[in-house]
């Protein structure tokens, strides 16, 4: 069973950065279209940003032009870079595939915008 271990978040001021990881526990990428979502409390999960097999990225909406998804196949890792935070993007975040059957979603990490 594959494990991710998401990290990185924390506790930011509106317009600040942070940068999440998710580190795979065998190397998924080659296979996978991986995908950052968030659930804000009382919210349904919410897909974030997203990288397919070939390195092609989307974003949500809200969050394009501020947040950035990239990987490191070497490394099992993929990022998200989160620019211009602002409350909204309070949330706790996961990765995840987007195909099912999903991998063990872990406990996520929280991030928390205010000032």
């Known amino acids: 069973q594959v494990q991710l271990v998401v990290s990185g978040g924390g506790l930011v001021q509106p317009g600040g950065s942070l940068r999440l990881s998710c580190v795979a526990s065998?190397?998924?990428?080659?296979?996978?279209?991986i995908v950052w979502y968030r659930q804000a409390p009382g919210e349904q999960r919410e897909l974030v940003a997203s990288i397919n097999v070939g390195g092609v990225t989307k974003y949500s909406d809200s969050v394009k032009g501020r947040f950035t998804i990239f990987r490191n196949g070497a490394e099992k890792t993929v990022w998200l870079q989160m620019s211009s935070l602002n409350p909204e993007d309070t949330a706790v975040y996961y990765c995840?595939?987007?195909?099912?059957?999903?991998?063990?979603w872990g406990q996520g990490t929280q991030v928390t915008v205010s000032s």
């Open positions: 065998e190397n998924i990428f080659n296979f996978n279209t």
């Open positions: 995840n595939r987007v195909t099912f059957p999903r991998f063990s």
